[in-house]
């Protein structure tokens, strides 16, 4: 069974670097996307970008700027990197599973890791 | 556009059946996924590609698409089906960007 888990800071400060890590068990990392979605309180799904095992990767066009995304597969793991980041990031960040063909879900989601934005 | 646009609230009459709708220009040429997500949990698919349901996913949830609008059907609603729903689709570009609907609200009565 694939489980995915979100960790990283529950708390950062206006202006700073969000950074989320999601590990990966009971599957390879590698042959997938994986990708990173956020929901604001009270709003609903935001699709950040995602990345393949070989590294490349697809962001929001809204978010691109800001965004860094990567893998590890040594660690089964892949990284989040928001910059600048503002109240409006306030969100709960979840890491999901994507595979690489047309009209592919997200089959598999962490718990997802609420990171507030505030001094 | 990418854009996917979803009635904010349905209610359905306990047991009866309820379409969820998802609209979009994307939706033409992809297929939408579904996600039902209850208060203070990660979403869960429940419906993807042609009308494809994980093992774990209810026979009474079903989907289908015409031209630009897909739906999401629950036939026979019952109490635990009570939930926020997602659509999610790839954009109609070449590249490989992702977009949800804003959700449906479901209360069942």
């Known amino acids: 069974q694939v489980q995915l888990q979100e960790s990283g800071p529950g708390l950062v400060k206006p202006s700073e670097t969000l950074s989320l890590t999601c590990s990966v068990s009971g599957d390879s990392i590698s042959g997938y996307y994986w990708t990173w979605i956020r929901q604001a309180p009270g709003k609903g799904l935001e699709w950040i970008g995602n990345v393949y095992h070989s590294g490349h990767t697809n962001c929001n066009p809204s978010l691109k700027s800001r965004v860094t995304i990567s893998v590890d597969t040594s660690k089964n793991q892949f990284s989040l990197h928001l910059t600048a980041v503002t109240a409006a990031d306030t969100a709960v960040y979840y890491c999901?599973?994507?595979?690489?063909?047309?009209?592919?879900?997200?089959?598999?989601w962490g718990q997802g890791a609420l990171v507030t934005v505030s001094s | 556009s990418s854009e996917l646009t979803q009635d904010p609230v349905v209610s359905v009459a306990l047991g009866q059946t309820v379409n969820i709708t998802c609209q979009g220009d994307s939706l033409r040429s992809n297929l939408a996924s579904w996600y039902q997500q209850k208060s203070g949990q990660a979403p869960v698919l429940v419906i993807y590609g042609k009308n494809v349901r994980p093992s774990m996913i209810p026979d009474r949830f079903s989907g289908s698409s015409s031209g630009d609008t897909s739906s999401l059907t629950i036939t026979g609603a019952q109490a635990e089906d009570e939930a926020d729903y997602y659509c999610?689709?790839?954009?109609?570009?070449?590249?490989?960007?992702?977009?949800f609907g804003g959700g449906t609200k479901l209360t069942v009565l």
């Open positions: 999610n689709s790839r954009g109609t570009g070449g590249n490989h960007v992702e977009f």
């Open positions: 999901a599973r994507d595979r690489p063909f047309r009209d592919a879900p997200f089959d598999h």
